[in-house]
């Protein structure tokens, strides 16, 4: 093989950690601030680009000068990584075990043995549900970008060993990974966007298209035309226009990553590509304070999540704008600090072996604490006995509700509710329970007070509301379930139709069609169901929050305390809307909540929580609450 030029590549790029900081800083300001930066999570992507592009020009150089050892190139990925994820993971420990409720420590350990064997993004795949703790507060989620980097490397050094040597189908290859990588991603985001999300290979591209930088550079000449510095300036300029666009103009709500992915990508390979030289990169990616923030970017994004994930556990919600403010700023510290005395000493100092050795026994040390940690749940002896009693609650709520079966998961679709028990006498009135998880979870308490009298069909699925036409990406079912549902009634009218759902998500105003599709099909007989009262970061948390900072120390049966006030508003709403349909209107908040507060338990035993997380009703919540309800229908 001829020998490539590699000697343009060799010198440091400071244009390339001002890039680091734009993708940084933004990443941080969303987490922290996601109103001001809706796009700012696309930051991390940008980071894969930069990461493919640097490594891939380590490895290409070393095979270039026949120098390539995976032992040494593995050794460098430790020295880089393992110093400052050992630290965050150590302090997000201790922080956790005073703070965590026994469930989330235990969430906590399994993440951290994730995070010790770099598999992260697995981890938050075999959690991601429609019931998974929220990620906000998870301490170490930011971890999965991580794993997907080190999951690549596991394998892109060996293909390019074994292809090396085959200049003309080096970027023939690189392409054809990018384009199937790509395509995975594309048809995957239609499928199931969180398993995109966190999935090795539908994520490569962008870590591929950053290598593949690395290749045309390589393979160009070392000098750049003034016509080629024109194109470059143009280059780095839309670069720069794509990379502002995406911030502002991509959310949550997006099919992510899927074909918006590009913009990041395109905007950081080309920004890339353009060169050290161009104006944007000279002027703008290469000043100082830009270069310094891409100097600390990876302890920057390593500390800022964790310390904004305990601010929220410890207020049970959104830290104030000061809070985040704080943080922001200690974060930044905390980023020098690691970069300055533990990054720097442990990459460029003495005794490389020795360091890589211990860095492995510490890591591996970590990630059997974490499994520990994991294996006992959480080590809930932590608490006192009372806290115990009532917080350190398993509810199965697949049993519960009837999942698979009469609660649809996600990727279920209609036919899926002829698996469900739905025996019916003709000698009974029938009841049809219609809606989503908050319809799901009346079903314990219709059966308790309704089940001797009544027929009950169950048709409820997670995240798909009764509103028809109703469409989201990540329930591709709903309207079709919603559909026919509503067919169903006409072949077979149920006695009355109870419509209930978490309406505080829901545009309310689409409502209407369905009450009135429903009166056409002849079923007049329709009660709504309000909102139940909804726990910021959990009832639990709550209640653990409340008992430590009141004297003395008590669980209440009513609290006011960490209450999300949208459901109060809801409420409201929908009794108006009521009375306009025309239809039975039963408030939850009515029933369960008064001036004192709203009920949390219906006994002294840790099952009589009338919740088991931010508003789910349990078994026994349940059934005290639909008790309730012939009282409110008369």
């Not at 966007?193 to 966190?198: K, V």
Request: overall charge positive; glycine content about 6%.
């Amino acid at each position: 093989m001829k020998s490539l030029s590699l000697k343009h590549q060799n010198k440091y790029r400071p244009d390339i950690d001002g890039l680091r900081a734009i993708a940084v800083l933004s990443v941080v300001m969303f987490h922290a601030f996601p109103n001001l930066l809706t796009g700012g999570f696309i930051g991390v992507d940008v980071f894969f680009v930069i990461s493919g592009y640097l490594i891939s020009n380590i490895i290409f150089e070393n095979l270039n000068n026949k120098k390539f050892n995976f032992l040494q190139f593995y050794a460098r990925r430790i020295k880089r990584i393992f110093p400052a994820v050992i630290l965050v993971i150590i302090i997000s420990y201790i922080i956790g075990w005073f703070v965590l409720l026994p469930q989330d420590y235990e969430q906590l350990g399994k993440h951290i043995a994730a995070g010790a064997g770099f598999i992260s993004n697995i981890a938050s795949l075999t959690e991601a549900g429609y019931f998974d703790t929220s990620a906000e507060m998870k301490p170490l989620l930011h971890l999965w970008s991580l794993g997907i980097e080190e999951q690549f490397y596991i394998l892109w050094p060996l293909l390019l060993w074994l292809i090396w040597g085959r200049n003309n189908r080096i970027s023939s290859i690189i392409i054809i990974l990018i384009i199937l990588s790509f395509y995975l991603n594309i048809t995957g985001v239609k499928e199931n966007i969180t398993t995109t999300f966190y999935s090795p290979h539908t994520r490569f591209w962008e870590i591929l298209c950053g290598g593949l930088i690395a290749w045309i550079n390589i393979s160009k000449n070392n000098y750049t035309t003034k016509n080629e510095l024109i194109i470059n300036n143009t280059f780095s300029i839309i670069g720069l226009i794509l990379l502002a666009y995406g911030f502002l103009k991509i959310n949550e709500k997006f099919s992510f990553p899927g074909l918006w992915a590009i913009i990041p990508v395109a905007a950081s390979a080309l920004l890339i590509y353009s060169g050290p030289n161009t104006w944007v990169n000279k002027k703008i990616l290469s000043n100082n304070l830009a270069v310094w923030f891409g100097l600390i970017s990876f302890p920057l994004y390593l500390w800022h999540w964790p310390l904004l994930t305990f601010a929220r556990i410890i207020e049970g919600g959104t830290p104030s704008y000061k809070t985040r403010i704080f943080i922001l700023i200690l974060s930044i510290l905390l980023a020098w600090i690691t970069y300055k005395y533990l990054e720097q000493p442990i990459r460029f100092g003495k005794k490389n072996k020795i360091t890589i050795v211990q860095l492995s026994v510490a890591m591996l040390i970590i990630g059997c604490i974490g499994l520990a940690t994991y294996k006992y749940e959480g080590f809930s002896f932590r608490f006192p006995k009372m806290v115990q009693n009532l917080i350190d609650f398993r509810f199965d709520y697949r049993k519960a509700y009837r999942s698979g079966t009469c609660f649809l998961d996600p990727e279920q679709n209609h036919t899926s509710f002829e698996t469900c028990d739905s025996t019916k006498s003709n000698e009974r009135e029938t009841i049809l329970l219609w809606g989503d998880s908050h319809a799901a979870h009346l079903y314990p308490g219709y059966k308790a007070s309704y089940g001797r009298t009544h027929n009950i069909i169950q048709r409820t699925a997670s995240g798909c509301p009764p509103i028809l036409d109703f469409i989201v990406d990540s329930r591709p079912h709903c309207k079709e379930i919603n559909k026919n549902i509503l067919k169903s009634l006409s072949g077979n009218l149920p006695d009355k139709v109870v419509l209930a759902a978490i309406w505080t998500d829901y545009k309310l105003d689409k409502l209407d069609i369905t009450i009135r599709k429903i009166k056409k099909s002849g079923v007049n007989n329709i009660q709504l169901i309000g909102p139940v009262p909804q726990w910021n970061d959990g009832l639990p948390k709550q209640l653990y929050i409340y008992f430590n900072k009141n004297i003395p120390h008590r669980i209440p049966r009513r609290m006011n305390d960490g209450l999300n006030n949208n459901f109060f508003e809801t409420d409201r709403l929908l009794k108006i809307k009521s009375q306009s349909l025309n239809i039975v209107y039963i408030s939850v908040k009515d029933i369960l909540c008064n001036n004192d507060g709203c009920i949390t338990r219906t006994g002294d035993l840790q099952e009589d929580l009338t919740a088991w997380d931010y508003g789910h009703l349990t078994t026994k919540g349940s059934e005290f609450l639909v008790s309730k309800f012939l009282k409110n229908e008369k």
